[in-house]
């Protein structure tokens, strides 16, 4: 059953692992044509699925409108402090809908590679959803700047993250003013490195990708006066098009749309990385960006992060070669460069399949795939990724979360994923319950609640997953059948990936 | 580094850097070093070290900081005179006692000598303990264990929080401690139907079997040294997971369990690029739980403590002067914190190369005279008793440890 082995491997790198009937469907259409139809997404979430997200409103918003909605403006004028609190707490629905709407993607799409790329690029431009503004505009982020471009071209993804709201008020760009500046002034006073910094030593080239203190401080420059409306006009949502005609004299832009403030800009000529960049405005940053998705070493660093995510913690370095070549032949296609590894011998090799330590998104998501859970309840999975060190949109730090065993392999995580396994197996997370407004806190720890779920049923996960090893099978069969599935969950084999 | 008293420092101006050779007596009393345990708090994200210890003696501060400039002692939110020359941000006002009773001291101009001022990297460098080399596939704390000269248990190292940081990476398993009340909880595995079912799967020796061992021994420790004051602590009001309530989780797993050797904790949320604040603010609202947690930890251990040393550092320090948006930028030289018995506290350590600009590294940042590899490594020799061939092995090519900074 060699088809079935590697139609195994696909499912779970290509993406969160197996749901029932899966790998059947794999192994039958062929490896090849599976990996294209998942390059190529085209299937349609199943329909109560859909229905589910068309309710999340939040996420029809624009970001101007989140932020009229939850943020500041909703607070102007309040004067009492328990409202001011209730309009807070209101705005938590934000980020809650997103998470929502992430879990449910990741267990439900068809677009399984689709999936797994969102969580890739999210990582790789990462912003964090309790900073300030961000929270108002962590779905919007996602929606427009990531989604719409994991399979597309580099240079893209880059450019839609350098204007969203959400990363220019993450990476503090949007204070970045040239000093002495007509519009510097309060708190839009100097210069601001940060988002300079990260986007030369994250984004793009590395922190070896041969750039100097003076190379950030350039950009820095360059990107003075990107940023957002000021904010001291609130406007309404159709205010946003009015914006675009540049100089309406005396109108503010609105806060929540991406505007570059002629009148903080650092106008001089530059040079970055040894290329001249003449003072013209805006334009120079879509110059530094290009500049930057073109670099040798962005090719290199983009196909290395690819390899690791899809590969080995430590990718062959020909196969990152090859990407790279890829990368640069193509002015960065992520499919052609995905095309790539995914048709390189090192990655079909029997050897390599399931020794990953899967993240936890990946254990918990994979878990809620292999037993078939009806998921309407996105707490349980969300509290255990809170507890395994990863919920969604909580990385703090822009470097974004790390995809290797020596990241997540401890050994608390150990037993958490086991307590959690044994909670699921034996139906005691509420997953099938229609999310109240303060449902218990998922605990993982079985025995607290009984009978929300069918339990699992062991012969038809194996079914789902194309076999267990033979330790495994041996333990299993011996044990009493009320573990049975809790110990496949929680035995290596499903640890890894 | 000189250990240094500032103002001879300053008659003897021109001592220069000089690192005096440690000497053999100074470790003569090796033996027994058993017990001593270690405590690392590593502040992420670059703390403001100009703002934690303020020298409200330089008017180049004042000048380069017109809106989060700590105010000078016995202002309106001045800092708390430390020593005519620097003084303390307000904000950390619980941790006086120490520096009062001679078991607190800093060591400010201390970093890596290495000039990244990427977090990453410089993070990195800090935990692997080899500055400048990124191959180092091990954490100084995984060598530290293994020079330790007492028997490991799974507890001698403990590290709070879901993960295990790069501090701590190696060959010697490590135990992770989660945050606040979850680590008293009971687990299912602790029923012996379903442990000894696991157990079965688990059997190997591969990173998986280990940990999974590890982390049984370790939880069924540390629940049956948290469980008394956990049960009590359900009855209150719910507290809020903080430092503080972590740090008295530690003094009290270290009081019932004598084989905890090393400690770590890291705390985030340092990188105060925008609105840093003064004597208020964010910078503010985070160094006084950091404080009230080490207070909290120095008077939880009770006699335990004069066994016990705090280190505290961050990856580099920040710009000397504030940016355009009431922040700093990422910088060079930052502080260390060293409290604990053995210390030679109620003083500033090393050598404190100034504020004026042409002292300033790249002409914006504080330099760095210390390695904070020596002041660690002062440490290991005066509290941890290791003799200079091992701290040459947890800290590969470091600079001489301080032999100032320990009372021998």
Same mark, same amino acid.
């Given at each position: ?6 139609? #195994? ?25 599976? !990996? ?15 229905? #589910? ?12 409108? @989140? ?31 997103? !998470? ?11 677009? *399984?590679? /689709? ?29 427009? +700047? ?66 100097? *203190? ?69 334009? /120079? ?44 032949? @193509? ?30 998104? #990946? ?5 809620? #795939? ?40 401890? +050994? ?67 044990? *009493? ?17 | ?10 008659? +003897? ?119 400048? *080399? ?59 139907? !379903? ?45 809020? !997971? ?79 002067? /504030? ?86």
């Amino acid at each position: 059953m060699p088809d079935i082995a590697l139609a #195994r491997h696909l499912a779970d790198r290509l993406g969160f692992g197996p749901r029932p009937g899966d790998l059947d469907y794999i192994a039958k259409r062929g490896p090849d044509s599976w !990996i294209e139809e998942q390059l190529h997404p085209a299937a349609a979430l199943p329909k109560d699925v859909a229905a #589910r997200l068309d309710q999340l409103t939040t996420l029809k918003m624009t970001p101007v409108e @989140t932020f009229i909605a939850y943020g500041p403006p909703a607070l102007q004028g309040v004067q009492d402090p328990e409202q001011r609190k209730e309009i807070q707490q209101r705005g938590r629905i934000v980020p809650a809908e997103a !998470i929502e709407a992430r879990i449910l993607r990741a267990v439900y799409s068809p677009r *399984q590679l /689709e999936e797994s790329l969102v969580d890739f690029w999210f990582n790789h431009f990462n912003v964090f959803d309790a900073k300030g503004l961000d929270r108002v505009w962590i779905g919007t982020y996602e929606r427009d +700047a990531i989604r719409p471009h994991v399979l597309g071209r580099f240079r893209d993804l880059l450019g839609a993250t350098a204007r969203h709201p959400a990363m220019l008020f993450y990476l503090d760009n949007w204070q970045n003013t040239a000093p002495g500046s007509p519009g510097a002034h309060g708190n839009f006073k100097g210069l601001n490195e940060n988002y300079a910094r990260e986007l030369m030593e994250l984004h793009t080239l590395g922190v070896d990708g041969g750039y100097s *203190q003076d190379d950030v401080i350039t950009l820095a420059k360059i990107l003075t006066g990107w940023g957002f409306g000021d904010g001291s006009r609130m406007a309404a949502p159709g205010d946003d098009q009015a914006r675009r005609k540049r100089g309406g004299a005396g109108k503010r832009p609105p806060r929540g749309s991406f505007v570059f403030a002629e009148n903080r800009h650092d106008f001089s000529d530059k040079t970055l990385l040894g290329h001249r960049i003449p003072g013209k405005g805006e334009a /120079e940053g879509d110059q530094a960006l290009d500049l930057l998705a073109r670099h040798p070493a962005t090719a290199k660093r983009i196909s290395y992060k690819l390899a690791q995510y899809f590969i080995a913690d430590e990718p062959p370095p020909a196969v990152v070669d090859a990407g790279g070549a890829t990368f640069a032949k @193509t002015d960065g296609d992520i499919k052609a460069v995905l095309k790539t590894l995914f048709a390189r011998a090192e990655f079909r090799d029997p050897a390599t399949f399931n020794t990953r330590f899967k993240t936890p998104l #990946r254990y918990v998501v994979s878990s809620l #795939r292999a037993t078939g859970a009806t998921v309407r309840n996105f707490r349980p999975a969300f509290g255990m990724l809170q507890q395994l060190g990863q919920p969604i949109y909580g990385c703090i730090t822009p470097d974004g979360y790390r995809c290797t065993e020596a990241a997540w392999l401890n +050994a608390d995580a150990m037993t958490r994923r086991i307590t959690y396994a044994l909670a699921l197996a034996a139906g005691r997370l509420p997953l099938s319950e229609i999310p109240a407004d303060q449902p218990p806190a998922p605990r993982g720890g079985a025995g607290r609640r009984q009978g929300h779920e069918p339990p699992v049923n062991a012969e038809a996960l194996v079914a789902t997953l194309g076999g267990i090893s033979d330790k495994t099978r041996a333990v299993v069969a011996a044990a *009493q059948p009320e573990l049975r599935a809790a110990l496949i969950l929680g035995s290596p084999d499903f640890m890894r990936g | 580094m000189v250990s240094f008293d500032r103002r001879k420092f300053l008659q +003897a101006a021109g001592a220069g850097t000089a690192l005096i050779p440690f000497g053999r007596a100074a470790f003569a009393a090796a033996a027994g070093g058993g017990n001593k345990r270690l405590v690392v708090v590593l502040l992420r994200g670059a703390v403001d070290g100009l703002n934690v210890v303020v020298p409200h003696g330089e008017t180049a501060y004042y000048d380069a900081r017109p809106t989060i400039a700590v105010p000078r002692p016995g202002r309106d939110g001045g800092a708390l005179d430390l020593d005519g020359h620097f003084g303390l941000h307000p904000a950390l006002a619980a941790l006086m006692p120490q520096w009062r009773d001679g078991t607190l001291a800093f060591v400010p101009a201390s970093g890596s000598p290495d000039e990244t001022r990427s977090h990453f990297d410089a993070q990195d460098y800090m935990e692997s303990g080899t500055p400048g *080399q990124k191959s180092t596939a091990d954490g100084w704390m995984n060598r530290l264990l293994t020079e330790l000269p007492v028997k490991r248990t799974s507890t001698s190292a403990l590290s709070f929080g879901p993960t295990l940081p790069r501090i701590f990476a190696g060959p010697v398993d490590v135990a992770t401690v989660p945050l606040g009340r979850a680590a008293a909880n009971p687990i299912p595995l602790d029923r012996p139907v !379903i442990n000894a079912a696991f157990d079965q799967l688990y059997t190997g020796e591969d990173t998986l079997a280990r940990a999974y061992r590890e982390g049984l021994e370790s939880h069924k420790k540390v629940m049956k040294d948290l469980q008394a004051d956990m049960m009590a602590a359900d009855n209150g009001a719910p507290s809020p !997971i903080t430092f503080g309530q972590d740090t008295a989780h530690l003094a009290q797993l270290i009081k019932q369990d004598p084989s905890i050797n090393l400690a770590f904790f890291a705390l985030g949320g340092w990188d105060t690029h925008v609105n840093q604040g003064a004597s208020d603010g964010q910078l503010a609202s985070r160094l006084q739980p950091l404080a009230e947690g080490l207070a909290g930890l120095a008077t939880g251990l009770g006699k335990d403590y004069q066994d016990t040393v705090v280190l505290v550092m961050s990856e580099f320090g920040r710009t000397v002067h /504030e940016n355009g948006n009431r922040g700093t930028d990422h910088g060079h030289g930052n502080v260390m914190w060293v409290m604990g018995g053995g210390i030679n506290g109620g003083k500033i350590h090393g050598r404190w190369p100034g504020l004026d600009a042409a002292s300033l590294y790249e002409k914006r940042d504080l330099a760095v005279t210390t390695d904070f590899r020596s002041v660690i490594a002062a440490v290991l020799a005066g509290h941890m008793k290791l003799a200079p061939a091992q701290i040459a092995r947890v800290l590969p090519a470091a600079p001489s440890a301080d032999p100032g900074l320990m009372r021998t």
